[in-house]
Nanobody, 119 residues
Framework: QVQLVESGGGLVQAGGSLRLSCTAS????????GGWYRQAPGKEREFVAA????????YYVDFVKGRFTISRDNAQNTVFLQMNSLKPEDTAVYSC????????????WGQGTKVTVSS
């Protein structure tokens, strides 16, 4: 059974940083694309970033470019999302996903972790 478990969310002031983690079990992250999506209150879920192991590639939505970095540690079977220069509009539930598709993996989903950015 595939499970994706996110951690690292929380409350941070605008301009601050958070690092989200997504640890997988039941699949090997190096064999799949990994991605992060988010859903703000009252809004639809939107794509944030994705990473592919081979060929090595990352992909970001425009509004996080230069602020967020997606990475992976195959030994830990974990995908990370480093979020810097956070803004109040980044407040959302962030969910990780894994799948064969790239840059929008969506076969498996985590339960989400809440990020709140105060102004």
């Amino acid at each position: 059974q595939v499970q994706l478990v996110e951690s690292g969310g929380g409350l941070v002031q605008a301009g601050g940083s958070l690092r989200l983690s997504c640890t997988a079990s039941g699949l090997t992250v190096s064999s799949y694309a990994g991605g992060w999506y988010r859903q703000a209150p009252g809004k639809e879920r939107e794509f944030v970033a994705a990473i592919r192991w081979w060929p090595i590639s990352t992909y970001y939505v425009d509004f996080v470019k230069g602020r967020f970095t997606i990475s992976r540690d195959n030994a830990q079977n974990t995908v990370f999302l480093q979020m810097n220069s956070l803004k109040p509009e980044d407040t959302a539930v962030y969910s990780c996903a894994a799948g064969r598709g790239y840059p929008y993996p969506n076969d498996y989903w985590g339960q989400g972790t809440k990020v709140t950015v105060s102004s």
